[in-house]
């Protein structure tokens, strides 16, 4: 799909959709709902809550329901409205809710005469689909952190970005978007991105994002949440998941009825050019309400803050994205599913965003423009049958990911002029499962996954007499079996999970070369994990986890020579206690503890040449508290947080790598912690509103590990506000990034071609002031 292509139609049709859509009803407290089908009674509701109710089965849309009538929160009005339907209602969180299937095996209540008299629902659980079961967050033998789509609410053109300043044990490389690494929990190898694997795992829905290579920042719009799980994560997804896994879940095509959304923004920036945005999404029900298709497409632009006064262009760093996806739900028979899914994004930034001390905050002098460009795509295919207790998924999917970028070397010299550089990768991946939940909680799944990847990695050297190519070309395979069950013993879950792992690397040399330039092993891998959960008073629990994750057998290999790079493994424990968020519980919380070993270490260097290589850097031992609080103070106000600090250190015996015998572990910040405060209207408000504010602490952290790479970034503050507030069908709103326009060091490297060069350094982006409107309709 090329994102180009269908853009702008989409931003019309939506519009119209939206323009020719009656205005919603006001937000008042008292809840009337005509007796009708479910399908209509879901729409009514969710239009009066403001929440998303979505029908997992569209055959389910059909079923009677009764008038309902009174002062109902969105959940207790859902469940008051399914009493005595062969359904059951899932909490994705607050506002958010799926309507399935019942097992055939499940009583229901009949319908009592004239009003429904039920007693209060229990809490609603969370769900964490990432989990490959669908089991409530309560019941999750391991930690995961839930990012609700209203923590980026009209911050969605950020991001991961967005997703970093709210999840504290998520950290990332600053380097520009589509070029950045992820990590989790301070599990961080390296500062560039190269041959190895990554060592967090991506998930569009089921569908894995990538490999090896750089995050491929998909913008956040129309998206339900992001789920991470912390790692490792090795049992359920196998390599590359040592510090867990980021899962970005989309909202699903809605076969009860049309549906749209527009938004148009613009951004002005102090001390640069000003940016726009425009985002469009569009819902249609197809066959008579037994399929749906979603439609999203959305294009931004940046205007940069980044004078280049060596060649005199102001505000040279303007960012370019352009993207969308189509997704396609079809419902063939009572509780299957098959959903298709595409998505593309084209990221153009003309220049990059780093700065020089020696030139200025925010201004450099270089002899050659620094362009970089990412061309994303991804298709998936997912079947999903829900037998009751029973769940069988199958996903099939394939990635495709091109970055080139360009490194000035700073000076015209005898030696290199700049670098260009071109890394493409695709990623097929497949898996097939089947899982079992019980009611308590527990159950089993057991699966089967194969991935397979392949790069090509090239660099082409500028130099005054010639151009000099060098280019490795690597592939990796994977087959595996994994399974996990959890057993109730007394008051404690216990859960066991293990996947056995069958792999196959191999990297050469590209080009016709001898056979001594290339390298291919293979190996066998088995990654446990287990776990225990139990109470420990009132909500609280308790938790104990060990699980581990690994990455292949690698190789860095070039035309005259070759390097052998031992695959690493990590092995971590846990232990939290943890109150887990219920819909009627003021306060929810956890405070954890990790403690890991991380043994022959992977990473990304740069030689001599200023060339990007892999090697083995040495042995890593990791310390991990985390805390993350919520309290709902009263309805209308909500207090959250969390802090995440780490300790993370590596050792080893080659001084030419490490320049003392312990060292800290790159891009990974001592301390990051943030505070959100939330405040909306109360119910009946004639023109409903919301006020926020963010304040995040990006701690200090190391660029790299290598005698002229351990100098200090972070250390930073970002803070943030924004406010809304709705008129009929619209919502107007505004936000302000950096606040304090602060210019902290996120980055403290801009070209790799002068990664000695301690003077350049990517900039905090200045306060940025956005005013925009969205309209949609249910």
């Given amino acids: 799909m090329d994102p180009r292509s269908g853009a702008l139609s989409l931003a019309i049709v939506a519009a119209a959709v939206v323009a020719a859509a009656p205005a919603p009803a006001q937000p008042y407290p008292r809840i009337e709902i005509a007796a009708g089908t479910l399908g209509d009674a879901a729409d009514a509701l969710a239009q009066n809550t403001h929440s998303s109710i979505a029908l997992a089965d569209p055959a389910l849309a059909a079923l009677p329901v009764r008038r309902l009538s009174g002062r109902f929160s969105a959940a207790e009005a859902l469940r008051r409205m399914v009493r005595g339907l062969p359904v059951r209602v899932v909490a994705i969180d607050a506002a958010a809710f799926r309507i399935v299937r019942a097992p055939a095996s499940a009583p229901t209540a009949s319908h009592a005469a004239g009003t429904i008299d039920m007693p209060a629902p229990r809490a609603a659980d969370i769900v964490v689909t990432a989990t490959k079961r669908d089991g409530s967050l309560a019941h999750y033998p391991a930690t995961a952190q839930i990012v609700g789509a209203a923590a980026f609410a009209f911050a969605e053109r950020d991001g991961t970005g967005a997703i970093e300043r709210v999840a504290t044990s998520l950290s990332s490389t600053h380097l520009g978007s589509g070029r950045d690494k992820l990590f989790l929990r301070g599990v961080g190898d390296s500062s560039y991105s190269g041959q190895a694997q990554a060592t967090v795992g991506q998930y569009f829905g089921e569908a894995r994002l990538n490999y090896a290579g750089p995050d491929p920042d998909l913008r956040l719009y129309d998206i339900a949440r992001v789920e991470l799980l912390l790692g490792p994560q090795g049992a359920l997804y196998g390599a590359g998941s040592l510090g867990g896994i980021i899962r970005i879940e989309p909202r699903a095509p809605d076969a009860g009825g049309i549906g749209g959304a527009l938004t148009l923004s613009r951004s002005l920036t102090r001390h640069g050019a000003p940016g726009a945005e425009a985002a469009a999404m569009l819902n249609l029900p197809l066959s008579n309400g037994r399929a749906a298709i979603r439609m999203v497409g959305y294009r931004i632009r940046d205007g940069g803050f980044i004078d280049d006064v060596g060649r005199g262009i102001a505000d040279s760093n303007r960012l370019d994205t352009l993207g969308g996806r189509i997704a396609l739900a079809i419902s063939p028979a009572a509780g299957w599913t098959v959903d298709f899914a595409a998505v593309a994004q084209d990221v153009d930034a003309r220049d990059a965003g780093y700065a020089d001390g020696q030139v200025g905050p925010l201004a450099r002098a270089a002899?050659?423009?620094?362009?970089?460009?990412?061309?994303?795509?991804?298709?998936?295919?997912?079947?999903?049958?829900?037998?009751?207790?029973?769940?069988?998924?199958?996903?099939?999917?394939?990635?495709?990911?091109?970055?080139?970028?360009?490194?000035?070397?700073?000076?015209?010299?005898?030696?290199?002029?700049?670098?260009?550089?071109?890394?493409?990768?695709?990623?097929?991946?497949?898996?097939?499962?089947?899982?079992?939940?019980?009611?308590?909680?527990?159950?089993?799944?057991?699966?089967?996954?194969?991935?397979?990847?392949?790069?090509?990695?090239?660099?082409?050297?500028?130099?005054?007499?010639?151009?000099?190519?060098?280019?490795?070309?690597?592939?990796?395979?994977?087959?595996?079996?994994?399974?996990?069950?959890?057993?109730?013993?007394?008051?404690?879950?216990?859960?066991?999970?293990?996947?056995?792992?069958?792999?196959?690397?191999?990297?050469?040399?590209?080009?016709?070369?001898?056979?001594?330039?290339?390298?291919?092993?293979?190996?066998?891998?088995?990654?446990?994990?287990?776990?225990?959960?139990?109470?420990?008073?009132?909500?609280?629990?308790?938790?104990?986890?060990?699980?581990?994750?690994?990455?292949?057998?690698?190789?860095?290999?070039?035309?005259?020579?070759?390097?052998?790079?031992?695959?690493?493994?990590?092995?971590?424990?846990?232990?939290?206690?943890?109150?887990?968020?219920?819909?009627?519980?003021?306060?929810?919380?956890?405070?954890?503890?990790?403690?890991?070993?991380?043994?022959?270490?992977?990473?990304?260097?740069?030689?001599?040449?200023?060339?990007?290589?892999?090697?083995?850097?040495?042995?890593?031992?990791?310390?991990?508290?985390?805390?993350?609080?919520?309290?709902?103070?009263?309805?209308?106000?909500?207090?959250?947080?969390?802090?995440?600090?780490?300790?993370?250190?590596?050792?080893?015996?080659?001084?030419?790598?490490?320049i003392s015998p312990r060292a800290r572990l790159p891009n990974v910040p001592r301390l990051h912690a943030q505070m959100t405060a939330a405040w909306q209207a109360p119910p009946g408000e004639p023109l409903p509103y919301r006020l926020s504010s963010r304040l995040v602490y990006f701690g200090g952290s190391s660029l790299g590990i290598g005698p002229s790479l351990a100098r200090d970034q972070g250390d930073y503050v970002e803070w943030e506000a924004d406010a809304s507030v709705a008129v009929g069908r619209a919502t107007v709103f505004a936000r302000v990034t950096n606040l304090l326009d602060s210019a902290g060091n996120r980055f403290a490297l801009g070209s790799i071609a002068q990664a000695a060069g301690t003077t350049q350094f990517v900039p905090q982006t200045p306060r940025t002031a956005t005013i925009g409107i969205r309209m949609e309709t249910p």
């Fill in 367 to 658: 002899i050659v423009g620094e362009p970089f460009s990412k061309r994303y795509r991804l298709a998936s295919a997912t079947l999903h049958h829900d037998a009751g207790p029973l769940t069988i998924v199958a996903n099939l999917s394939r990635s495709h990911a091109r970055l080139r970028d360009r490194f000035d070397s700073g000076r015209p010299s005898p030696d290199i002029l700049f670098f260009d550089r071109s890394n493409t990768a695709t990623v097929t991946a497949g898996e097939a499962r089947i899982s079992h939940k019980t009611a308590s909680g527990g159950g089993w799944l057991a699966g089967i996954a194969s991935v397979e990847s392949s790069a090509i990695f090239a660099t082409l050297s500028h130099e005054p007499h010639g151009i000099f190519a060098r280019a490795t070309r690597a592939a990796v395979s994977e087959r595996t079996l994994f399974g996990e069950g959890t057993q109730r013993v007394g008051p404690v879950d216990l859960a066991v999970g293990l996947r056995l792992v069958r792999w196959r690397s191999s990297a050469a040399a590209a080009g016709p070369l001898p056979d001594a330039s290339r390298h291919g092993n293979d190996g066998w891998r088995s990654l446990p994990s287990v776990a225990a959960t139990a109470p420990v008073t009132g909500a609280a629990q308790l938790l104990l986890r060990y699980a581990q994750s690994y990455r292949p057998d690698s190789a860095s290999v070039a035309a005259t020579s070759k390097r052998f790079v031992d695959g690493d493994k990590f092995a971590a424990w846990e232990a939290a206690i943890r109150v887990p968020p219920a819909a009627d519980r003021a306060f929810t919380g956890s405070l954890g503890v990790s403690l890991g070993r991380w043994r022959d270490v992977q990473a990304d260097t740069i030689d001599s040449a200023g060339f990007l290589l892999t090697t083995n850097i040495g042995d890593a031992r990791l310390m991990t508290v985390e805390a993350v609080a919520g309290w709902q103070a009263f309805p209308q106000f909500r207090l959250s947080g969390g802090a995440t600090f780490n300790r993370a250190t590596i050792r080893s015996d080659d001084f030419g790598i490490i």
